[in-house]
């Protein structure tokens, strides 16, 4: 079953924030996270994904660094900032209430 796109759009920064207050990381890497962990039923468009850095460096959620390969491309890594872990944090309140809202809508829960 492939997860709706409409689902996810509105949730990539959230998604990417999450990777990153774990661990600094690379634009492919954190696509093969979300392509793993999901079970290959999400992948990210390049567009998508580098539009949403954009996105939360504009933001002050991320921060930028050149990787010091020896060998190949010099990676951009990203950095989550205080910030954008202030915003992962209210992005899964929001999450969390908005999955009650519809949790109560389709299961027909009356409070």
């Not at 954190?30 to 939360?56: D, H």
């Not at 010091?68 to 989550?80: C, P, S, V």
């Not at 999450?95 to 409070?111: P, Q, V």
Request: proline letters at 1%.
């Amino acid at each position: 079953m492939s997860i709706a796109s409409d689902l996810i759009r509105g949730n990539t920064d959230m998604i990417i924030l999450a990777h990153l207050s774990r661990q600094d990381s690379y634009g492919y890497e954190i696509n093969k996270m979300i392509q793993q962990a999901s079970g290959k039923r999400l992948e990210l468009k390049e567009a998508t994904l580098y539009g949403a850095f954009r996105r939360l460096e504009e933001a002050g959620s991320i921060l930028f660094y050149w990787g010091d390969e020896q060998t190949g491309a010099r990676r951009r890594y990203y950095r989550i900032t205080p910030a954008g872990r202030a915003a992962l944090e209210q992005s899964m309140k929001d999450w969390t209430e908005a999955k009650d809202i519809i949790d109560t809508l389709i299961g027909g829960e009356s409070e």
